[in-house]
């Protein structure tokens, strides 16, 4: 059964029009993705659906008695009473029938037969009105959502701006409406709860038309794809992997025939030219008329071709040392609750850390504790390695002021840009025209995440802290700062719930969950399919079942297969000569271990020492040489060689390290 019917639909802001001639329908059962650039009018069109816009032309026509649900990015919670009377909102009989029975709960405490008749009357009605029903369906979404039975009595005004938006994609999802309308449901989502809501679209009864920017989201929950247009809408019946490819080939094939048309074209035009007043009049009068009746291809028009435009390049910077950071011991609690204890992590020069894990649960508490920004009561210490150049990117985006313009953010990282080179910049970041003068609040999302980027890539950095880098950034932006990534030649430590970014960026995966920290020796395909994210394929399965991959405990400690029962113990030494040679290669392993742990112990000495002179000299480097740059030469060449010095400790400190354990 149809349930929603658009044709020709138009609609623009100011004269200009932003899309036109939109048409399409879903039935009951059918569940399509929406996929356009920022700016396109996704949500815009969204919005034409739900009756909240009135469309410049065409019509929106939603069949009789048919339900809507219509989850928006501006959560619109109102913040009154607690969460589960949030959740039951819109069953207003039944909100009312459980409020008049919670009284009569307490007028009956009283005894009085009066109040126990009402109390029986109102307990029958709630049950015929499937109250009871409605609340355990409520309940269980809510779980999960992520709110447990103590979170249902919280105030609404107590959430957080995330746990806000989950609470009306839970309110949404309870009514079960039969055209369910989600506009980047996965948002304020973990991997968890995006992988429960997976399975509960591919099961939904009704219509489901879904806007994410969420690659795998998408494969996962709607078998169509929509392509939204200027000019209309490209329809393909795939998942959105196979439609990326599958336009990619239509619109060579379209661009082929333009071509082969204009070719034809011309050589017709140079034909009647020639001929329109010779012998050939009438042949010549004839193509003419064909010309004009022929119907003229229009350049096929690819959406994404401006946001495949922005550039997320770095800026050179020097080469940090081979160890990074080296963190044990860190912990750290918040509300009087521990998130993690005893976390160890050695970061190397190069590496790409994703770090995953529930909502809530510690990640971005562990990032910034990483970067240098944790609460002065955290626990741990924290080495970190020589040459640093860090940068932070905040998933809050605390990093651009709301006050300024996007001219005026660059300017305050690099002071020597004009106007017009900072303008330049920014449209490397799809800033253009009038938008660099902007304000700064007037932007979207995914607007102020490329200026946050814009911002950081400006100066030198060789480690950097990204905290959900992609969650205001469309599908070109995300995939062309994995690139950049995977491209960058420093360190970079991160944390994603967008899996597509995960599987092409980390080559470490840490998970943060229940007050643990698990250390994963491999990228997040293999994580996922040892955590049964994703399917287990056959062979890499044999392989993981084998102990192929360990994982690191939060103190450091690598869990391996057991042994096979098959595999004997080593044969007992009863020979006395074998006895003696076993306990003087004993006594030799003991002196060797105690030698390699005071090397370890002197080393610790050694780079601290350097690593303070190091710091000195560049302190020095950084002062007004008073004209005498000779001397200025000399400290910086020996800056250098004392920073090669102390690297080589430093590596030469890791390996004991990993050897007396």
């Given amino acids: 059964m149809t349930v929603l019917q658009v044709a020709n639909l138009r609609f623009g802001y100011g004269g200009d029009t932003l899309f036109e001639d939109v048409t399409f329908s879903l039935a009951i059962g059918e569940r399509a993705a929406l996929v356009a650039p920022n700016g396109a009018g996704k949500s815009t069109l969204l919005r034409l659906l739900g009756k909240e816009l009135e469309p410049d032309g065409g019509t929106v026509v939603v069949k009789r008695d048919v339900t809507v649900g219509y989850y928006r990015q501006s959560h619109e919670i109102e913040a009154k009473g607690d969460v589960l009377t949030a959740f039951l909102a819109t069953f207003g009989d039944v909100v009312t029938l459980r409020k008049e029975l919670a009284e009569a709960q307490h007028a009956a405490a009283s005894g009085e037969a009066e109040a126990l008749s009402r109390l029986a009357d109102l307990t029958d009605r709630y049950h015929l009105a499937r109250g009871d029903e409605l609340e355990h369906r409520v309940a269980a979404i809510a779980s999960k959502l992520g709110f447990s039975d103590h979170d249902l009595a919280r105030p609404v005004a107590s959430l957080s701006g995330g746990e806000r938006g989950r609470l009306h994609l839970g309110v949404i999802l309870a009514q079960e409406p039969d055209l369910l309308m989600l ?43 929509m392509e939204l247009g200027t000019r209309g809408l490209r329809i393909y019946p795939l998942k959105y992997s196979a439609y990326a490819e599958a336009r990619a080939e239509d619109l060579a094939r379209e661009r082929a025939l333009l ?8 050589k017709t035009e140079d034909f009647i030219r020639r001929n329109i007043a010779g012998q050939n009049t009438k042949q010549a009068q004839s193509r003419r008329k064909m010309l004009d009746k022929m119907e003229k291809l229009e350049r096929p028009e690819d959406v994404w071709a401006v946001a495949e435009r922005v550039k997320f390049t770095f800026a050179p910077a020097a080469r940090s040392g081979d160890i990074v950071l080296d963190a044990k011991g860190l912990s750290a609690e918040r509300g009087g609750r521990s998130l993690f204890e005893g976390v160890s992590l050695l970061v190397r020069r190069g590496e790409r850390i994703g770090m995953v894990g529930p909502n809530g649960a510690g990640k971005t508490t562990l990032l910034k504790l990483l970067a240098g920004m944790g609460h002065a009561a955290d626990q741990g210490a924290i080495r970190r ?17 709301a006050s300024n313009s996007a ?30 003068l902007r304000v700064v609040g007037g932007f979207s999302g995914g607007e102020r995440s490329r200026l946050a980027l814009a911002k950081m890539m400006l100066e030198p950095r060789n480690l950097l802290f990204l905290d959900e880098p992609t969650n205001h950034l469309d599908i070109p932006a995300a995939e062309i700062l994995e690139e950049a990534l995977v491209g960058f030649e420093g360190t970079v430590v991160f944390v994603s719930h967008d899996r597509r970014f995960l599987e092409n960026v980390a080559t470490r995966i840490v998970s943060v969950r229940d007050g643990r920290v698990e250390i994963f020796q491999g990228g997040f395909t293999d994580f996922a399919t040892a955590h049964g994210l994703v399917e287990r394929p056959k062979v890499e399965g044999a392989r993981l079942a084998s102990g192929g991959a360990g994982t690191q405990t939060a103190r450091g ?38 030698r390699k742990q005071k090397r370890f112990k002197e080393l610790e000495g050694l780079v601290a020492a350097g690593e303070k002179q190091l710091a000195e000299m560049r302190a020095a480097l950084r002062e007004d040489p008073g004209g005498d740059w000779a001397k200025i030469a000399k400290m910086a060449a020996e800056e250098q060689a004392l920073a090669k010095k102390v690297d080589a400790l ?12």
């Fill in 183 to 225: 506009d980047e449901p996965t948002n304020h989502l973990d991997l968890d709860t995006i992988a429960w809501l997976e399975g509960y679209l591919k099961g939904y009864r009704g219509a489901v038309l879904v806007v994410s920017h969420d690659r795998a989201f998408l494969d996962a929950t709607c078998p169509e794809t």
């Fill in 259 to 266: 071509e082969r048309q204009k070719a034809f074209i011309d």
């Fill in 385 to 401: 390695g020589t040459n640093l150049q860090e940068g932070y990117f905040d998933q809050h985006l605390g990093q651009v002021d």
């Fill in 407 to 436: 001219v005026d953010e660059v300017r305050k990282v690099r002071g020597d840009f004009t106007v017009e080179v900072a303008r330049q910049y920014l449209a490397r970041f799809r800033f253009w025209g009038d938008d660099p």
């Fill in 557 to 594: 400690q690598t869990q391996r297969p057991q042994a096979k029962k098959s595999e004997a113990p080593p044969p007992p030494v009863e020979d006395e000569a074998a006895k003696k040679k076993a306990h003087e290669a004993n006594r030799q392993a003991a002196r060797d271990k105690e």
């Fill in 650 to 661: 430093v590596e030469e400190w890791s390996k004991l390290g990993d050897e007396v354990g």
